[in-house]
């Protein structure tokens, strides 16, 4: 059993940074994808970036050039750092790990932007 703990969700203006940290137990296999989705109000959850153990990235569209995911195998934590956020970024956030067949998550942190 994988359990995700993320942090580093708040308030913060728009065109602010912030970065979120997903800690997982156990470590991190080669076939693991990490990822992190988001769900606004009334919105079904959506992918916002993916990594693999080796550094492999993918990013949502409405992100790109703003968010950069990145993995730290030896901490078994995965980082989202959010630059330029705008108030169609404020969501839960939800860290993410794919082993398999099986999909784990974290608990979620709010993030709102807004002045």
């Known amino acids: 059993q994988v359990q995700l703990v993320e942090s580093g969700g708040g308030l913060v203006q728009p065109g602010g940074s912030l970065r979120l940290s997903c800690a997982a137990s156990?470590?991190?296999?080669?076939?693991?994808?990490m990822g992190w989705y988001r769900q606004a109000p009334g919105k079904e959850r959506e992918l916002v970036a993916t990594?693999?153990?080796?550094?492999?990235?993918n990013y949502a569209d409405p992100v790109k050039g703003r968010f950069t995911i990145s993995i730290d195998n030896v901490k078994n934590m995965v980082a989202l750092q959010m630059d330029s956020l705008k108030p169609e970024d404020t969501a839960v956030y939800y860290c993410?790990?794919?082993?398999?067949?099986?999909?784990?998550w974290g608990q979620g942190t709010q993030v709102t932007v807004s002045s």
């Open positions: 993410n790990l794919v082993r398999g067949l099986r999909k784990y």
């Open positions: 990594i693999i153990r080796h550094g492999n990235t």
């Open positions: 156990g470590i991190f296999f080669s076939n693991d994808v």
